[in-house]
T-cell receptor
Framework: EAGVTQFPSHSVIEKGQTVTLRCDPI?????LYWYRRVMGKEIKFLLH????????ESGMPNNRFLAERTGGTYSTLKVQPAELEDSGVYFC????????????FGNGTRLTVT | AQSVSQHNHHVILSEAASLELGCNYS??????LFWYVQYPGQHLQLLLK??????LVKGIKGFEAEFIKSKFSFNLRKPSVQWSDTAEYFC????????????FGTGTRLKVLA
């Protein structure tokens, strides 16, 4: 099966610009997660979709971050306007609806805000 | 709130040495526990998981982990490491019920010298 794919793999933008990250989960995976890792720190939870609904968005840092999953397939994470502290690697993961199913991760998007 | 602590940030071993990576979590209820591994240039992948039953779980590539409930620990072990085990290892936990938000530790970077 095709894995979780993320685009772009790298993005370098200036402070104040907008960036949109995309995640295509494994087909049939209702659960989709976004995580972020700032260098040397933990992989931090951002939010969790079940199909097109936000199940838990308690990890979203502030209202400059907007995640969508229209139609319950792919998801986008938009950062507008970007700040220096938003730099990091953004991971997407998906899993089946069975609560014992493991997370499958994408390769991540490395975002650098200068 | 749930949290995960990985006490070893960097570990360097020679081939054939034994490995033990520490993981402690903070959560009062029933948990599911995981170890994920990220090899250089690859995505995070599941190494092993514990949901219930035998507290000693075996994963891929000769890894095992032991859940000690009284110590809130889930340490990862391998009797004899190989150069190909060079990677970053992440411990993760989620509540066995509820939102299934996975919480990750800061990771342990393992380097195995040939």
């Amino acid at each position: 099966e095709a894995g979780v794919t993320q685009f772009p793999s790298h993005s370098v933008i200036e402070k104040g610009q907008t960036v949109t990250l995309r995640c295509d989960p494994i087909s049939g995976h209702d659960n989709l997660y976004w995580y972020r890792r700032v260098m040397g720190k933990e992989i931090k939870f951002l939010l969790h979709f079940v199909k097109e609904s936000k199940q838990d968005e308690s990890g979203m840092p502030n209202n400059r971050f907007l995640a969508e999953r229209t139609g319950g397939t792919y998801s986008t994470l938009k950062v507008q306007p970007a700040e220096l502290e938003d730099s990091g690697v953004y991971f997407c993961a998906s899993r089946l609806g069975n609560n014992n199913s493991p997370l499958h991760f994408g390769n991540g998007t490395r975002l650098t805000v200068t | 709130a749930q949290s995960v602590s990985q006490h070893n940030h960097h570990v360097i071993l020679s081939e054939a040495a034994s490995l033990e990576l520490g993981c402690n979590y903070s959560y009062g209820g029933t948990v599911n526990l995981f170890w994920y591994v990220q090899y250089p240039g690859q995505h995070l992948q599941l190494l092993l998981k514990y949901f219930s039953g035998d507290p000693l779980v075996k994963g891929i590539k000769g890894f095992e982990a032991e859940f000690i409930k009284s110590k809130f620990s889930f340490n990862l072990r391998k009797p004899s490491v190989q150069w190909s085990d060079t990677a970053e290892y992440f411990c993760a936990v989620n509540a066995a019920s509820g939102t299934y938000k996975y919480i990750f530790g800061t990771g342990t970077r393992l380097k195995v010298l040939a």
